[in-house]
């Protein structure tokens, strides 16, 4: 870089402030962009944009729908993506987020030139998360899926700019060096809570770093380390379970929970009358390998189902269990371990796609734990169609079943506190109790209900609360605090840091 050129010593995003602060800025941008849309044009092939808008199509198209199981790529999104890997650019290939990225911005600069941005257009959060991109780019459908599709909808929806970075620093970090005051948020996957952000933010040495402030960490769970600043900077996708009174045994963190709202809302969601719906219980899971404990967190005996069913049957004669399972294992997997069967009891109407999936919910009288997945999605889709959630859970050595603040483990964290008839917390291997749960839920009726937490209007306000944060403020009262030797954070990681 030469030191001649005061120009050359700007970051770019410095160089296009001086020049949206010129009085003939809106005149030089026209051009800017013109040009940039004929050089563009002039190295696409046609088949290549059309390729692109139906990518984009085939996006917001499968994004409203609901596999109910971790991976189902469309076949729009399949044919479309081929079509994007014909155009002669071998970096197009598995890279569409950039395409996708490159396009909001070129939106962002036009806007930005006439003047008619939307209202929060000019705020951008950055996903620079793996998760993220496999949810909006290869129709992902996972907790974190849901997850990452619940932010984008709600930034979107209040005229955020969200932008793909998949997990790659050094592209990130190249997007935000255009637009550093642009960028309010940059979310990260990060491990090992501090270290692969660390070269990238500001610091003395790298003045046009991502300030810390800026960077969260994305973590599902509400559990977990925290990033080099505090607890604060991690966002999740559950609540913490535990009170701030309650501190103590497991402690409070502070995390900042963002989760979503649950889709469709509550008007929109089929609804199946109570009397309407066969004596039938629904088992969550995907994976015959969730019933194998060197696979899975096990609640139950492979033999309960059976039995179960045999007994319930004298009282409710036409009671069945229902469940969609496969085997996900690779071939050479199965054949080392053998066949890991559905135990039996459970009659599998594999496989089901989105619409299938809810209806199935909508037709069971309750949806039944049996361990893993955890803090899934799929308890809320259930409550919300009027189906009451089994959960199991482990007593810690010292704890007693009747303290939910003295489980080890529950299927699902945030439903510990929550009480029959929505969520029957049976503790696991209880025989006994799975059946009386079961047996009552049979017979219980229940309102459909969602979480006032997990409404549109909610997640809207946590994005606006977290978006719209003085995060600089909060960070330089921490490092104050923390040079005078007075740490308000929790968690070994937390570190100095350049604000
Ligand atoms: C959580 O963090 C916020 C922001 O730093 C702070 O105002 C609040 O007091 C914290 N709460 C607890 C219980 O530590
Ligand atoms: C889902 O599956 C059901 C039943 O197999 C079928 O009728 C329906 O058309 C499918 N829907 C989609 C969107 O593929």
Redesign the pocket.
């Given at each position: 870089m030469s030191r001649t050129s005061p120009h050359l010593h700007l970051p770019p995003a410095a160089g296009l402030r001086r020049l949206l602060a010129h009085r003939f800025a809106p005149v030089y941008l026209a051009i800017v962009i013109l040009v940039t849309v004929l050089l563009v044009l002039g190295h696409q092939t046609e088949a290549g944009s059309t390729a692109l808008a139906s990518l984009h199509a085939a996006i917001s198209k499968t994004a409203s729908?609901y596999s109910g199981s971790s991976y189902a790529g469309s076949p729009e999104y399949a044919a479309a993506a081929a079509k994007i890997a014909a155009i002669p650019d071998p970096l197009a290939i598995h890279q569409n987020f950039k395409w996708y990225t490159d396009a909001k911005l070129r939106n962002l600069a036009a806007c930005m030139a006439k003047g008619d941005c939307p209202a929060n257009a000019a705020k951008v959060v950055i996903f620079n998360c793996w998760y993220c991109y496999r949810a909006i780019f290869e129709n992902y459908w996972g907790g974190e899926g849901v997850w990452c599709r619940g932010m984008k909808a709600s930034m979107e929806r209040q005229g955020y700019t969200v932008l793909y970075t998949n997990y790659d620093w050094e592209y990130a970090m190249h997007i935000y060096r255009q637009i550093p005051d642009l960028v309010v948020a940059l979310v990260s996957d990060d491990d090992k809570y501090n270290s692969p952000a660390k070269p990238y933010l500001r610091s003395e040495k790298n003045p046009d770093g991502l300030p810390a402030w800026k960077h969260f960490r994305f973590n599902y769970y509400a559990e977990g380390g925290g990033t080099r600043i505090g607890d604060h900077w991690v966002i999740t996708c559950e609540p913490e379970w535990i009170e701030p009174e309650h501190e103590g045994w497991p402690s409070f963190r502070n995390f900042s929970y963002i989760g979503y709202s649950l889709e469709p809302q509550l008007q929109d969601t089929r609804f199946i009358p109570f009397e309407e719906r066969p004596m039938r219980a629904y088992v969550l899971g995907k994976h015959q390998t969730f019933f194998y404990e060197d696979h899975a967190h096990v609640a139950w005996k492979r033999d309960t189902y059976k039995r179960a069913l045999d007994e319930i049957r004298k009282d409710i004669p036409d009671f069945e269990f229902v469940g969609a399972f496969f085997d996900e294992r690779g071939d050479d997997e199965k054949k080392k371990e053998g066949p890991l069967p559905l135990p039996e009891g459970i009659r599998n109407i594999y496989p089901l796609?989105?619409?299938?999936f809810d209806d199935a919910l909508s037709s069971a009288r309750m949806l039944v734990g049996i361990g893993w997945p955890t803090a899934s999605p799929s308890p809320y889709r259930a409550l919300a169609r009027g189906v009451p959630f089994l959960s199991p859970f482990k007593v810690r050595d010292d704890g007693i079943a009747e303290d939910p603040y003295r489980w080890s483990d529950s299927q699902h964290d945030s439903l510990r506190l929550v009480e029959p008839p929505l969520v029957y917390n049976v503790e696991e291997f209880d025989y006994n109790g799975f059946v009386s749960a079961i047996k009552t839920a049979m017979v219980t009726p229940i309102e459909p209900y969602v979480f006032p937490r997990m409404t549109r209007a909610a997640m809207d306000e946590r994005i606006r609360a977290w978006l719209e944060a003085d995060w600089e403020s909060e960070a330089k009262y921490i490092l104050a605090q923390r040079k005078a030797g007075h740490e308000t954070q929790k968690g070994d990681w937390v570190e100095m840091f350049d604000l």
């Open positions: 729908s796609n989105a619409t299938a």
